[in-house]
């Protein structure tokens, strides 16, 4: 990542993950900028995970709020794409559950399913369908819909199959 702001943003976040406590002073140090970018919002997120979440939810908000974090113009490094970053954004604000996050969840969703590409690479590369598919599965969770079937095929043999329920979800594997 050539962006050491972003780059020690997402370290934070991956040690908060981690329950490290040393995600703690450099995610407060990123958001003491008052810089609403793409490296503040990991630090919030951050300081949500590391059980600081009445400092890091409003830094949170404050970034989704700006047309620059859901916009296509930040450079974001590292990523493939424009669809990893808000495959990840999504996948992120469904894990810190805030509440008033969810209208820009549903708009990322949304966003994400006009970006689906005409060939066969959905949203352009495997990183890209990756983090979709991460952040999509996530939204699911907060805004779990009614029954559906899915199923995964490979060189055209079903290898996988679900069928999920919102009160239970049973795997067949052929």
């Not at 690479?121 to 890209?128: A, C, D, K, L, R």
């Not at 999509?136 to 055209?156: G, H, K, Y």
Request: glycine share 6%; hydrophobic share 45%; proline share 3%.
């Amino acid at each position: 990542m050539a962006n050491t702001r972003q780059a020690r943003a997402y370290a934070a976040y991956i040690l908060s993950l981690a329950e490290d406590a040393g995600a703690i002073i450099p995610a407060r140090n990123l958001i003491s900028t008052n810089t609403t970018d793409f490296a503040a919002f990991l630090a919030g997120a951050a300081l949500i995970h590391g059980k600081y979440a009445s400092e890091g939810a409003p830094v949170v908000m404050n970034t989704l709020k700006h047309p620059q974090l859901l916009s296509s113009n930040e450079e974001f490094p590292g990523f493939s794409s424009y669809s990893s970053k808000l495959g990840m954004i999504l996948h992120v604000l469904s894990e810190v559950g805030i509440s008033d996050a969810r209208q820009f969840m549903t708009e990322i969703a949304f966003k994400l399913s006009g970006l689906i590409r005409n060939d066969a690479s959905v949203w352009g590369t495997t990183q890209s369908n990756a983090w979709v598919t991460y952040g999509l599965a996530s939204f699911n969770q907060v805004f779990p819909s009614s029954e559906f079937t899915s199923t995964i095929s490979f060189n055209c043999s079903r290898v996988w199959h679900c069928i999920q329920s919102p009160k239970s979800c049973r795997f067949l594997f052929f």
